[in-house]
């Protein structure tokens, strides 16, 4: 496939997933409105974006990448695999270490998050956010596997996922 037609491919995977994105956003606000229950909701998520961020899936690819790209061209496809196993290992144990103290911390990350809910909405907003913990792994294991895609030039493979758990997510709200 050319390269100008995985471009295009790849754009109209993300405009479409973006589509949907919007239309999601949009019942949601529709169907549940501006309520206490979604602001938590949105603070929960904030939090464990907070918490995501401290893995750094994006400055690790940039760093790993062009290291990847020259193990693979000197010694080869396996001996790449093997080093990019390594640092999806070690990886996932760091998100795993990052749900301990998450969930350790998770009274103080929630309070700075949820400076204006009441006590009561704090301990569910922690509720919430000890919830979403345990999706650390997959997001920054998805992270990496992406890296390794760019670095094999699978463009749309990880995208294709996406799009599908958007419109599920999509009809579970209708």
Known sequence: ???????????????????????????????????????????????????????????LSEI????????????????AFACYSVVLNWAILGAILLIIVGYFLSSLITGWIGTGFTSSEKNFLQSIFIGLLPLLPLQVAAGIQQMLG?????FGRFEIPVLIGSIVGLFIIV
Request: glycine share 6%.
């Open 1 to 59: 496939m050319s390269s100008t037609r995985q471009i295009f491919n790849l754009a109209a995977i993300n405009i479409v997933i973006t589509a949907v994105g919007i239309i999601t956003t949009t019942l949601t606000a529709w169907y549940f409105g501006a309520s206490r229950d979604m602001d938590l909701w949105f603070a929960a998520s904030a939090c464990q974006q907070v918490v995501l961020g401290l893995v750094q899936t994006g400055q």
């Open 64 to 79: 790993f990448l062009p290291e990847y790209i020259r193990l693979r061209e000197t010694k080869g496809r396996e001996e």
């Open 150 to 154: 760019n670095a094999e030039k699978w």
